[in-house]
């Protein structure tokens, strides 16, 4: 097993009249383990081209299915209008704009939704988009190949 | 205009055969500018002993704390699951439009942006009826 981190400070000087100073860490661990770490992940960073509709930035899979996974999402432009919308099949959870990252866990709920119900999908808006973003999960399944 | 910063640190000694460590600090702002964000619900707890999905932001004013936040703009929703992790086995589903998102564990905690809309509610439900307390901040235009 392996122990990974997730620690999100908020904070502000002038948002409200006293200051907002806000920390939070949690251990990524395994569903239904008292302190299993999880031991798999996977990251990329890849140019989003606008115009191309919804893509799947994450499929889900029966192995991660209903379990503890993490999804970290970055978009890494620096124009301010430039904007991603991140959905869950046809649910919108919002947009995410140029230097704006986002960190939730993903149920991957093949059981009850099927692979693509479940998929986090992305859209750019505006301009190509950088995007990087980090998996943290309990397994993944995986297909033959053509040439098995 | 306020500066609210949001910093997310992900790290791991033994993940992979070399050390990772994930550091990025976002600045939040309203839709499309380098504005910062002015308004927020404040951090807020909640309370529940249902197993059933229970309310946590009510896009439209019609109940729970009283929202204001404009559609498709530049929101953040941050939720902790501030329960012990116990066994593992208790966590909270959170969900937008009865869709599940995914499951906070005792410790676990969250940050999204949030685009709101006709019906796109965040709701939780926990996994058991014992208590289970949240919290959350709202930022939003």
Not at chain 1, 4 to 22: E, G, H, K, Q
Not at chain 2, 13 to 29: E, K, V, W
Request: aromatic share 8%.
């Amino acid at each position: 097993m392996a122990t990974t981190t997730a620690t999100i400070t908020l904070s502000s000087a002038d948002l409200l009249s006293d200051n907002l100073s806000l920390s939070a860490t949690t251990t990524l661990n395994k569903g239904g383990t008292t302190a299993t770490g999880l031991d798999q992940f996977r990251m990329e960073r890849f140019i989003l081209a606008p115009g191309t509709g919804q893509v799947d930035l994450i499929e889900a899979t029966t192995a991660a299915s209903e379990d503890a996974n993490y999804v970290y999402i970055c978009n890494k432009n620096t124009d301010p209008t430039h904007y991603v919308v991140v959905s869950i099949y046809d649910v919108v959870i919002g947009r995410l704009y140029a230097g704006d990252w986002m960190f939730m866990p993903w149920d991957a709920d093949v059981v009850a939704l099927g692979a693509g119900g479940s998929a986090i999908e992305v859209e750019a808006e505006v301009a190509d988009i950088t995007l990087e973003y980090c998996l943290f999960h309990n397994g993944e399944t995986k297909t033959a190949s053509d040439d098995s | 205009m306020a500066t609210t910063t949001a910093t997310i640190t992900l790290s791991s000694s033994d993940i992979t055969d070399n050390a990772l460590s994930i550091s990025n600090t976002a600045t939040l702002t309203t839709a499309g500018t380098d504005t910062g964000i002015t308004e927020t619900t404040g951090l807020a707890r909640v309370k529940t002993n249902s197993g059933s999905n229970t309310l946590l932001l009510d896009f439209g004013l019609t109940g729970g704390v009283a929202q204001d936040i404009t559609a498709d703009k530049s929101a953040k929703v941050y939720i902790k699951n501030v329960n012990d992790r116990g066994d593992g086995t208790k966590f909270v589903n959170i969900l937008i439009k009865t869709r599940e998102i995914g499951r906070l564990y005792g410790g676990d905690w969250m940050l999204i942006p949030y685009s709101g809309g006709d019906g796109e509610d965040i709701e939780y439900t926990a996994s058991d009826t014992t208590e289970t307390t949240l919290e959350y901040c709202v930022f939003y235009e």
